[in-house]
């Protein structure tokens, strides 16, 4: 059984900075895409910034600049800082991976990690 476990997430002033983890566990396979998305209070679920196998890095244009991932292949942990916090920010925090098995492409998901950021 996989699991995705998410922690640092917290309550920050804006301009502040956060770092979420998520360490993954179990037969996960071959990872194709890991990384977070967030969801905000009445909107849909959005990508925030994910690393795509080989390396390369995509990223939401609200948080370039602002947000790095990072993963640490040797630990199946993939990290997310934040700085330049804004409240538009706010949301649940979600990791996600996504990796081929043995019947095909498989869809995991964290429980997420609440992001409070007051003005």
């Known amino acids: 059984q996989v699991q995705l476990v998410e922690s640092g997430g917290g309550s920050v002033q804006a301009g502040g900075s956060l770092r979420l983890s998520c360490a993954a566990s179990?037969?996960?396979?071959?990872?194709?895409?890991i990384g977070w998305y967030r969801q905000a209070p009445g909107k849909q679920r959005e990508l925030v910034a994910v690393?795509?196998?080989?390396?390369?890095?995509n990223y939401a244009d609200s948080v370039k600049g602002r947000f790095t991932i990072s993963r640490d292949n040797a630990k199946n942990t993939v990290y997310l800082q934040m700085n330049s916090l804004k409240p538009e920010d706010t949301a649940v925090y979600y990791c996600n991976i996504k990796a081929y098995g043995n019947y095909g492409l498989n869809d995991y998901w964290g429980r997420g990690t609440q992001v409070t950021v007051s003005s």
């Open positions: 179990g037969s996960i396979g071959s990872i194709n895409v």
């Open positions: 690393v795509i196998s080989g390396g390369s890095t």
